[in-house]
Structure formats: C-alpha cells, structure tokens
C-alpha cells in the first residue's frame, strides 16, 4: 500500500517492530543535507500522523530531517489490542535506533505529548528536547476522568456490536473538525485502518495519565505551543505545563484543538521556530 495522502519528499520505510514479529510503518522527510538535525513528530488521539502533520512537513524539512509514524492501532500503526503510552514511547526509541538517530527532538501533539515526556522519561539519552503542542500534565483529572471510566464499557459494547457505525461516525467528526482543510476521501482513508478498540484503550490512556509529579523534573530543552482558542484542551492547563517544567518557553497561536490542520498558516510557522529554538539551546544547531 502507499502513502494514503500524497506527500512529497517522504520515505515510507518498514521497520521490524521491538518483538520481530510486525513492522512499524515509518515516514521520513529528508531534510536540506544528509546531516540535517533530526525531529520526530507524534500525532493525537484518533487521528493519523499524516491528518496531524501534513501541513508541517514541508516547513520543517527546511531545516530537520522529519521522522513521523502512525500510534498503534491508528492507521497504519502496529497491530494490537493493547495500547499503552510507554510502549508508544519504546516503539519510538525503537524507530530512532534503527534509523541510527542517536539524538533528537520530539514534538508531540495532544496525546503524543504524554508520549514525548515519556521518551524523555525511559529514553533520555535520545531526547535533544520536546515541543509539546495543545497538550497537557493531565487530560481529565478528578470527576469528569471517572465519569469517562464509567462509560468505557458502553463504548467498548457499541464497538463490538455497531463496528460500521462507530467507523462512519469518526470519519464523519473527523472530517467536520478538520473544517476542509483535507479532503473527505483522504481522510477516510487515512482512517480506514484503524482498530476501534485499540483506539477506545488508547482513550482510556489518555484519561489515566499523569505527568503532575514529574513534569519539574523535565531537565531538557522545551517550548509548549498553547492553542488558544482549544476546545478540548482547556489554554490554562496548556500554560500550567509550560509554568511547571523549569526553563520552558511558551507560544500562543489561535485556533482551535485542530489549529495543526485548520490554522495551519499561524500553527506551522510556530512549531518550526519552536523546533529550532530547542534544538538551538540544546547546543546542537546555529539557528
């Protein structure tokens, strides 16, 4: 199969997964010289890399080389039952190494944020700095995460028993959020081979996580994109990390939750300075 939205400049690449028993589709954007800094992005929850990072490419492979991948059960992401933020950040190490990618920057968006701290967490060594983007130290906290717990079970049941539906409805909320900013077609492609319950697990990860009791202790290079007008992650908790993690820069661009696909005029243009800003006082580029 090969790249469900045509992006110019990518390698599609396979590479055996941790265990050697499945691949990990991986996308790499060369950038400007064969020794061009690297930077690996990390999409959301219920998207694909490519609906999250598309219109970012292009401006980033001016200066980094652009690693990207599907989460598991996303797209064309590794096949499992089971998701779990830690071994999203183990496959992503996993990638690195097999790439020979000793150092980068990590930029995670929503949901990848959690997994870019936790890159920085298992594999620090690899971590040059993050960019976490319309992301949080914690998603729901308190009475609205248990009410969700509560009503995984029903959610679980509509996906065993209404598959068709559940996949028709995410395409459709998909393609509205995105506000035309991608064709209809290419998103239901791009959305085609996901695994719902891997997906609805990948949602209850999102409700449990926690960075609060170590988010300070983050000791590399960061700037946090805060999405000002975002409606599903409150702007205040996106400003709460950037306070919380010593030495963070922090930048303010309008949109909404999809502001990397709908406002990707303001969005992209911050993400590449935010990039090179990290890596810059992480010692490793002239800027």
Do not use: N
């Amino acid at each position: 199969m090969g790249l469900p939205i045509d992006v110019t400049g990518a390698v599609e690449r396979r590479i055996r997964d941790r265990d050697g028993t499945g691949w990990l589709w991986v996308y790499d954007v060369p950038g400007p010289s064969a020794d061009a800094p690297p930077v690996l992005l990390v999409h959301g929850l219920g998207v694909t890399a490519h609906l999250t990072w598309r219109p970012s490419y292009a401006a980033l492979a001016k200066h980094f080389r652009v690693i990207t991948m599907d989460l598991p059960g996303h797209g064309r992401g590794r096949r499992t039952r089971r998701f779990s933020l830690e071994e999203c950040a183990d496959d992503a190490a996993h990638v690195l190494e097999a790439l020979g990618i000793e150092r980068c920057v990590i930029a995670g968006y929503s949901l990848g944020g959690p997994i870019a701290k936790l890159l920085w967490q298992r594999h620090r060594a690899r971590v040059a700095g993050l960019v976490l983007a319309a992301t949080a130290m914690e998603f729901l906290p308190g009475g609205r995460g248990r009410i969700l717990r509560m009503l995984a079970p029903i959610a679980t049941a509509l996906v065993f028993t209404r598959p068709a539906a559940v996949r028709r409805e995410l395409i459709e909320r998909t393609c509205e959020r995105l506000d035309r900013s991608c064709a209809d077609a290419d998103v239901a492609t791009e959305l085609s081979g996901h695994h719902l319950l891997t997906v609805l697990e990948a949602a209850r990860a999102a409700v449990a996580f926690s960075s609060r009791s170590w988010a300070g202790a983050i000791d590399v290079p960061v700037a946090v994109i805060v999405i000002a007008e975002d409606d599903r992650i409150a702007p205040s908790r996106q400003r709460a990390l950037a306070v919380a993690i010593p030495g963070a820069s922090m930048i303010e661009v309008p949109g909404a939750h999809t502001a990397c696909a709908t406002s990707a005029d303001t969005f992209v243009p911050a993400l590449a300075d935010a990039c090179l800003g990290v890596w810059s006082r992480g010692g490793a580029i002239d800027r």
